[in-house]
Nanobody, 125 residues
């Protein structure tokens, strides 16, 4: 069983930055691909970024490319999402997720086996 706990959300002005963290339990963390998703009120959960187990490959949604960076520290069982140049439309609950099977569809919620409880990000204009 993998448990994920996100932190780092909060209220920030447009143009500001936040760094989200996700702490993962489990011995085989470096084998899991990890992803960040977000869900705004009244909208479906959407892909934000993903990173392979070895951190050799990273992917991000077009809407955040150039502003958000995903990274991981396998020694600490941590995944991070550095968010810069935040916009009001980035307001959402952000979720960390673990893919134990290494699915190629990293952008799809169904590819992930475990989810955190989410952390709220609010960007004011």
């Amino acid at each position: 069983q993998v448990q994920l706990v996100e932190s780092g959300g909060g209220l920030v002005q447009a143009g500001g930055s936040l760094r989200l963290s996700c702490a993962a339990s489990g011995r085989s963390f470096s084998r899991y691909a990890m992803g960040w998703f977000r869900q705004a009120p009244g909208k479906e959960r959407e892909f934000v970024a993903a990173i392979s187990g070895s951190a050799g490959r990273a992917f991000s949604a077009n809407s955040v490319k150039g502003r958000f960076t995903i990274s991981r520290d396998n020694a600490k069982n941590m995944v991070y999402l550095q968010m810069n140049s935040l916009k009001p439309e980035d307001t959402a609950v952000y979720y960390c997720a673990a893919d134990l099977g290494g699915s190629p569809t990293y952008y799809y919620t169904g590819a992930y086996d475990h989810w955190g409880q989410g952390t709220q990000v609010i960007v004011s204009s």
